[in-house]
T-cell receptor, first 114, second 111 residues
Framework: DVKVTQSSRYLVKRTGEKVFLECVQD?????MFWYRQDPGLGLRLIYFSYDVKMKEKGDIPEGYSVSREKKERFSLILESASTNQTSMYLCASKITSDRANEQYFGPGTRLTVT | KQEVTQIPAALSVPEGENLVLNCSFTDSAIYNLQWFRQDPGKGLTSLLLIQSSQREQTSGRLNASLDKSSGRSTLYIAASQPGDSATYLC??????????FGPGTRLSVLP
């Protein structure tokens, strides 16, 4: 079974702190994604990566950056956390092919910025 | 830009009922469509992936249908159980694009 793990289930940080969210997948997937999920707004794509050291902006990249130094690991970085970044963060991975592929999600990290 | 709607937004049914969840999308040129389940406070679990060339995909009590030309997919749940209570999301995918997620249908199955 594909496994996508995220470093923390719950995280509480202070405004202005630098925050790292880690995601690891064990299926050698090329593509990895970071989403945030908010009530009434659904899932919104922050950043994604097609391969090691490659990154692309999603729909809401402002205030975030990412790092993909190894194929299995995709990190989301909040350079200076703000209260409006309080949210559920979801990581996902998939293979490159458009056909016969599924997107697999991690359990999520509930981040609270105070 | 692909836009996805799901109707109804919430549904409450007694145990044992068969039910249908609807997903509509504006750009019908999709490659595939994935249905997910999400339990409160958890990540998404993949239920079914239906290719653009398929009309139906089945897994246990779940059946997903796809009508590309009309921009619709339905998820049919047979003989619903309290354990089916969750939010169900659909996500169509166009070629060269990422999945776009609908807002979800929150399902409650009452014992």
């Amino acid at each position: 079974d594909v496994k996508v793990t995220q470093s923390s289930r719950y995280l509480v940080k202070r405004t202005g702190e630098k925050v790292f969210l880690e995601c690891v997948q064990d299926m050698d997937h090329e593509n990895m994604f970071w989403y945030r999920q908010d009530p009434g707004l659904g899932l919104r794509l922050i950043y994604f990566s097609y391969d090691v050291k490659m990154k692309e902006k999603g729909d809401i990249p402002e205030g975030y950056s990412v790092s993909r130094e190894k194929k299995e690991r995709f990190s989301l970085i909040l350079e200076s956390a703000s209260t409006n970044q309080t949210s559920m963060y979801l990581c996902a991975s998939k293979i490159t092919s458009d056909r016969a592929n599924e997107q697999y999600f991690g359990p999520g990290t509930r981040l609270t910025v105070t | 830009k692909q836009e996805v709607t799901q109707i109804p937004a919430a549904l409450s049914v007694p145990e044992g009922e068969n039910l249908v969840l609807n997903c509509s999308f504006t750009d019908s040129a999709i490659y595939n469509l994935q249905w997910f389940r999400q339990d409160p406070g958890k990540g998404l679990t993949s239920l079914l992936l239906i290719q653009s060339s398929q009309r139906e995909q089945t897994s246990g009590r779940l059946n997903a249908s796809l009508d590309k030309s009309s921009g619709r997919s339905t998820l049919y749940i047979a003989a619903s159980q309290p354990g089916d209570s969750a939010t169900y999301l659909c996500a169509p995918k166009n070629y060269g694009q990422n999945f776009v997620f609908g807002p979800g249908t929150r399902l409650s199955v009452l014992p």
